[in-house]
């Protein structure tokens, strides 16, 4: 059976370990300011696809919720009120709406 014997460190061995151990430094580069949020978000996004969940009665309205032409919805840019009709009619597929279709966005004209 082999006994080890534990040697002293000294200060050279705990650098040496030390330096081993951390990741190398990055360089700094300089940038320019970051830019707020608010003014790199577009202002006016139309839409270009809805996902169009039909009602099952005749007598219920439909729900339109903008997606891209995938079918995929933006929860973080759905507004509080869209965002809980999206779920409310995803919840109720086959109770009240019909599985969602995704159609074309009707641009709006401007004058």
């Given at each position: 059976m082999i006994?080890?014997?534990?040697?002293?460190?000294?200060?050279?061995?705990?650098?040496?370990?030390?330096?081993?151990?951390a990741p190398p430094l990055l360089p700094v580069l300089e940038s320019q300011p970051p830019?707020?949020?608010?003014?790199?978000?577009?202002t006016e996004v139309q839409p270009t696809h809805l996902l169009h969940f039909e009602p099952?009665?005749?007598q219920s309205a439909g729900l339109d919720i903008p997606c891209d032409p995938e079918g995929h919805v933006g929860l973080d840019a759905l507004g509080?009120?869209?965002?809980?009709?999206?779920?409310f009619a995803r919840a109720l597929i086959g109770c009240l709406f019909a599985r969602p279709t995704v159609k074309q966005a009707m641009p709006l004209m401007r004058a």
């Open positions: 006994q080890l014997r534990p040697t002293p460190l000294t200060a050279d061995d705990l650098t040496r370990t030390h330096a081993a151990a830019t707020p949020v608010a003014d790199a978000l577009p099952l009665v005749a509080d009120k869209a965002r809980n009709d999206y779920f």
